[in-house]
């Protein structure tokens, strides 16, 4: 299924987010940097991407690390999933985090992380005296797993 995402770029040299191969479910973002930024370790620094985005009513764009970068650099997304929520029409900025040992250089036009386009639902919250019962009941963490 493909949707229309209305991008507006706030800068010059923004790039348009794209996919890297037929069936990706993220679409790559890329740095929008005048020059150079370098990261830290244990450093968290907002990358912008130049670009704002009008996304459908009702999704989400959810912002995750690209396995490449993670991987090879130690940089991902400070916040895990960051979440553009379909009403904002700011920047979109990535908080890349360095969890490695060594500093990195982020550089313009680089790509910083994906974004999947994803429905979401809203709640309303009802309080209740009681909850239906379930096998699992009140077990938390690590209670489904092996005995």
């Known amino acids: 299924m493909k949707l229309r995402v209305n991008i507006k770029k706030l800068k010059n040299g923004a790039a348009m987010p794209s996919y890297g191969s037929e069936y990706a479910a993220g679409a790559d973002?890329?740095?929008c940097l005048d020059s150079n930024v370098s990261i830290k370790p244990g450093e968290t620094v907002l990358i912008p991407t130049g670009i704002a985005m009008?996304?459908?009513l009702e999704t989400v764009g959810l912002i995750y690390a690209r396995s490449g970068l993670a991987?090879?650099?130690g940089l991902a997304p400070a916040n895990?999933?960051?979440v553009i929520d379909c009403d904002y029409r700011g920047e979109v900025m990535v908080a890349l985090h360095n969890?490695?040992?060594a500093e990195q250089t982020v550089s313009h036009g680089e790509r910083?992380?994906?974004m999947?386009?994803?429905p979401y639902y809203t709640a309303v919250f009802e309080e209740a005296d009681e909850l239906s019962d379930t096998v699992r009941g009140s077990g938390g963490f690590g209670s489904t797993g092996m005995k």
């Open 116 to 118: 999947v386009i994803a």
């Open 80 to 82: 895990k999933v960051g």
């Open 71 to 73: 991987s090879k650099k």
């Open 112 to 114: 910083i992380a994906q």
């Open 54 to 56: 009008e996304l459908p």
């Open 99 to 101: 969890h490695g040992a």
């Open 29 to 31: 973002l890329y740095a």
